[in-house]
């Protein structure tokens, strides 16, 4: 069986976001970036459905940048076998990126599509159901729990109500929510085996996609700063000030 | 890190972020519980070497990383500073003072014994060469092991042993022949050995590592523990002081930094007089001079590491770096601790940790007195 794992290159969780000063977009130079918390967990239910023998073949895929693969490397220090770059300079959004890894499904035939829920930078939660719409395939996504029995999979999944558990055929797409598993720490020396590792270029033009998305970013701007606080002594106070303010 | 750096890659940044996780969340957490405790949980090693953090520097084929530079090692120190323990990096990676003479000059089979336990966290090892009659003074040591028979038997002391209350071996410095350099061996003491004892010994900062006084009551080593060849074990010794200092210089560093960036950070919030304290020129100026002072011990630990990857062995070098690096992180805790003002004076603060544990970095792997002569001697004036 094989898997498919897509990952994306973000500004780390631990940075501080500065929103640049013309507004065009958040800065990200000289920032740390990292893989999608949420794509290294699709990395390690890949590897962990391979050390079971379930999967043989774990094929990781990005969308971006030369620098995106960084992003890729890590996932073959993860323990993908090989990786395809989508060089794309310009910005990718969900539905490009989505049109691209189904070129991408086209030519790999993956049995399993495991992506992120949703990547950190804008929080879309778009790409994984746009895929599995255009690949015409089923989808579970929030997956808390996946097994894999023949030819269909087990999800679990974490909605609003609690947890839901459906039972999809194969091939189908999964995005991945945060208590799925904990990814494991990489090592040295599978940091070092990761730069031998075969990483495919290709580009949306190759791949037969438009690189230009529906959406425009009007403006990025920070959050109004929190006003000061105010300590009060009592609970008598705090009831009065809340009441004051009309929130009781 | 935003910087480009000739010893940097961003493999070592992968490295890093890594580490930084683990930190984060088997470390930080619990670091006040390991305080009081008076030392580490042995699952912490296993959990460590996991994280593949003991295994730094060491060769795969016994469990180690397998990657020779020294740069990962530095970037580990720095992100086990982060916890603002001294005690946590001492204590969790004491194999690193340990286990080097066992990856020089043991055998295969002295390998597979004493080293792969260790990186896979299933052992604790521990350095014993300073002696309760002086630390110094190493060639003058006094621990004797007689050869009868098979075995080596030991009798002595060793004082101020860190991990020395958990440890299962001790690579121990013992005099084999003469009072003099060429009379000293090491050998591997298992710590279950019949006529070995130990007593915990309490200290002003490091509280988390176990630090022992250990007791050899004619304790029978087999012949078979010696690592290397007998009564040349100085040369051995010393070239594992080079990478300790060069490792005392990187924590120095590191835990300047720590103190450096809680110092910026507390100016920039901390009002005074209706402002910023960041915004007064004295303290603006202080943390400049802070952070003019770590980047300086940095770009001498970066070259200094480096020569060593190359093969150098710049043992001047290596001196006066340690003492640089430790100096400075004396001089920038106190003005941490000076910024944070009371907040800086309490426990559970990281400054306040550092502070307490800036001596011992200056006095332990070779005080600093001590390496300015050494340093003056090889550079022979
Ligand atoms: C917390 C802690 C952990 C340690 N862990 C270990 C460990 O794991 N293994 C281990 O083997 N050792 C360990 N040590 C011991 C450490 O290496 C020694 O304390 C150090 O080498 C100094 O030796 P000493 O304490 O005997 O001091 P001494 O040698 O008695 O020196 C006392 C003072 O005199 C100065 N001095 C000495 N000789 C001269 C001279 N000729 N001229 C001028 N000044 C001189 C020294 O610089 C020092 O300031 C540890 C120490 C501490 C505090």
Redesign the interface.
């Known amino acids: 069986m094989k898997a498919l794992v897509s990952v994306k290159r973000v500004v ?1 969780y ?1 940075v501080r976001i500065q929103v640049k000063p013309d507004g065009s977009g958040v800065a990200t130079d ?3 970036m ?1 893989m999608n918390p949420f794509d290294e967990i699709a990395m390690e239910e890949a590897v962990r459905l391979k050390e079971k023998g379930v999967v043989s073949e774990i094929v990781a895929v990005t969308v971006g940048s030369a620098k995106c693969v ?1 992003t890729l ?2 996932a073959l ?1 993860f323990g993908a076998d090989r990786a395809i770059h989508v060089v794309e300079e310009g910005e990718v959004q969900p539905l490009v990126a989505a049109k691209a890894l189904v070129a991408v499904c086209g030519k790999e035939n993956p049995d399993l599509f495991l992506l992120g829920k949703q990547a950190i930078d804008d929080d879309a939660n778009q790409t994984g159901q746009m895929v599995a719409a255009l690949l015409d395939r089923p989808q579970a996504t929030f997956a808390s729990k996946v097994e894999i029995a023949g030819t269909k999979a087990t999800v679990t999944r974490e909605v609003d109500a609690g947890l839901q558990t459906i039972e999809i055929d194969l091939p189908a797409v999964i995005t991945v929510d945060l208590r799925l598993n904990e990814p ?6 599978d ?2 085996k990761a ?1 031998r590792k075969p990483v495919e270029n290709t580009t949306l033009g190759d791949l037969g996609v438009q690189a230009a998305g529906g959406l425009k970013i009007v403006k990025t701007a920070s959050p109004a700063a929190r006003s000061k606080g105010v300590m009060v002594k009592t609970v008598d106070e705090l009831i009065a000030g809340l009441k004051n303010k009309g929130l009781l | 890190m935003s910087q480009a750096s000739p010893f940097y890659t961003t493999d070592h940044e992968t490295f890093r972020s890594q580490i930084r996780r683990f930190v984060e969340k088997e470390c930080v957490p619990h670091i006040e519980a390991w305080e009081a405790a008076g030392e580490l949980p042995r699952a912490l090693h296993v959990q460590a070497a996991a994280a593949g953090l003991l295994g730094i520097g060491f060769p795969e084929e016994y469990g180690g990383a397998g990657v020779l530079d020294p740069f990962y090692l530095i970037v580990a120190m720095q992100e086990l500073a982060r916890a603002g323990s001294g005690g946590l990096i001492a204590s969790l990676m004491s194999h690193g003072i340990a286990s080097p003479p066992v990856m020089h000059v043991g055998t295969p089979e002295q390998k597979e014994r004493f080293l792969r336990p260790v990186l896979e966290g299933r052992k604790i090892a521990a350095l014993g060469i300073t002696e309760p009659g002086g630390g110094s003074d190493v060639a003058n040591l006094r621990t004797r092991a007689e050869r009868n028979g098979s075995d080596y038997v030991v009798n002595g002391s060793k004082t101020f042993i860190t991990s020395g209350m958990r440890a299962d071996f001790i690579t121990l410095a013992v005099r084999t022949g003469a009072a003099v350099l060429g009379g000293v061996s090491l050998l591997v003491v298992d710590t279950a050995t019949p006529g070995f004892s130990r007593t915990p010994l309490d200290k002003m900062g490091w509280r988390c590592s176990d630090t022992a006084t250990l007791y050899f009551d004619n304790c029978r080593i087999p012949a078979t523990n010696l690592l290397g060849a007998e009564n040349q074990g100085f040369m051995t010794i010393m070239r594992n002081f080079n990478s300790e200092r060069i490792m005392l210089a990187a924590q120095a560093w590191a835990f300047g930094m720590v103190c450096y960036e809680d110092a910026l950070e507390w100016a920039r919030t901390r009002q005074t007089f209706g402002r910023p304290l960041i915004t007064r020129q004295v303290i603006r100026h202080r943390l400049v001079d802070m952070k003019m002072a770590l980047d300086a011990v940095k770009a001498t630990l970066d070259i200094t590491a480096w020569h060593v990857a190359q093969g150098a062995a710049p043992v001047a070098d290596v001196c006066m770096l340690k003492n640089l690096a430790t100096a400075t992180l004396e001089r920038v805790a106190g003005e941490a601790v000076q910024i944070l003002g009371g907040a800086g004076y309490l426990r559970g603060i990281r400054v306040e940790r550092i502070f307490r544990e800036t001596k011992v970095l200056s006095i332990g792997g070779g005080a600093s007195e001590v390496m300015k002569d050494l340093a003056a001697r090889q550079m022979r004036y």
Do not use: F
């Open positions: 780390d631990n000289g920032v740390k990292s960084e490397r890590t220090a494991r720490y990489l090592k040295l020396p940091i070092m730069k």
